[in-house]
């Protein structure tokens, strides 16, 4: 799974696999949700997204033990 922050658009983009989406739809405003071929969700658009979210802070726990975090 990857986050991209956008700052030139203010987007979030959540990679959450590596399979390419194939279809969007947009479930409230400026959230974008990627489907690929079969309907599984690939990933997340967020627009606003510095209005819409906290950045502060990234909390990731309860990950399993092989979970590798890259700054």
């Known amino acids: 799974m990857k986050l991209n922050y956008y700052p030139e ?5 959540i990679d959450l696999t590596a399979t390419a989406g194939t279809e969007s739809r947009e479930v409230s405003e400026g959230i974008v949700l990627d489907y690929d071929a079969e309907g599984n969700l690939v990933g997340i658009d967020i627009d606003n997204a510095s209005e819409k979210l906290d950045f502060k802070e990234l909390i990731l726990g309860g990950l399993p033990k092989e979970t590798r975090v890259q700054v």
């Open 9 to 13: 658009t203010d987007s979030l983009y």
